[in-house]
């Protein structure tokens, strides 16, 4: 329990550091900054994950607004969301289609945000790579009319050697162009894979997410960073499948359960103004 404490203390003094590098910096240059972030007071709102999932706030996602989600809120109508991606959204290696994560996703958004009705419609297909998914977007925007986008990809881009800025052109576009329709989107990252960790393609396509992100301002779910906390912390817990490569029914679990969480934080967090 005390070690639970001082790892909190430590790093709500972690976040402050950060924050006041961002103020110093936007004083030097002049002007005016917001800068988006998630108190400690607004992330007890997220979803509590279960032990075997459980990973510091920072290496769950990087945040950022949901404008659009937040205004439909307040008008208490069903939440759409579509959740689309390739296999890690689909549910390759879960024991069936519920254990995959869009379906576990949805009971714990719904305890979170109580009242409200949400609806997750899962479009994965497995072994797409970005400039398919994009493709489909547009078409599934046009049938589903979503609010929110979970939008999980970069493995099989990575794997196929898609040249890095071929693969942000992609990402970017179809990123600015969901914000042109007022809807939201989550860039859900690549799983860690130990025997990809140093390849330079898997860290280049991580490098463009993480840019894209910040660039842009859209909730980046880290979910490498996440899996390897848990491998590195507690070995002995298997979220991969047989495959060594796609996730089990825990690592489908952990993934809503750090999906839900980013989302809830970011749905509660205030943005913070320093003015020169």
């Not at 790892?7 to 961002?22: F, N, P, T, Y």
């Amino acid at each position: 329990m005390a070690a639970g404490k001082a790892g909190r203390v430590s790093q709500s003094r972690s976040e402050h550091k950060v924050l006041a590098c961002i103020v110093m910096l936007a004083a030097l240059l002049g002007g005016t900054t917001s800068v988006f972030a998630a108190p400690a007071q607004d992330q007890s709102r997220a979803p509590a994950m279960t032990p075997d999932c459980a990973v510091p706030e920072n290496d769950i996602a990087n945040p950022a607004p949901l404008p659009n989600l937040i205004a439909k809120l307040k008008k208490k109508t069903t939440i759409h969301i579509l959740a689309i991606g390739s296999s890690s959204t689909y549910g390759t290696g879960a024991s069936s289609s519920v254990a995959s994560y869009p379906s576990r996703l949805r009971p714990i958004l719904v305890k979170a945000l109580k009242g409200v009705d949400i609806e997750i419609t899962n479009r994965g297909v497995a072994g797409e790579m970005a400039q398919t998914t994009a493709d489909r977007i547009i078409d599934q925007v046009a049938l589903e009319r979503p609010d929110l986008v979970l939008w999980q990809l970069g493995t099989n881009d990575a794997l196929a050697r898609v040249p890095p800025d071929e693969f942000e052109a992609t990402v970017r576009d179809t990123v600015s162009w969901l914000k042109a329709q007022d809807i939201d989107v989550v860039l859900v990252g690549l799983q860690y894979v130990p025997r990809f960790a140093r390849d330079p393609s898997y860290v280049a396509i991580r490098r463009v997410l993480q840019k894209i992100a910040t660039e842009e301002n859209v909730l980046y779910v880290r979910r490498y960073q996440a899996m390897r906390f848990i491998e590195r912390m507690r070995a002995n817990e298997r979220i991969m499948s047989a495959d060594h490569f796609h996730l089990n029914d825990l690592g489908y679990r952990c993934m809503a359960e750090h999906v839900a969480s980013a989302v809830i934080i970011n749905l509660f967090a205030k943005p913070v103004h320093s003015h020169e």
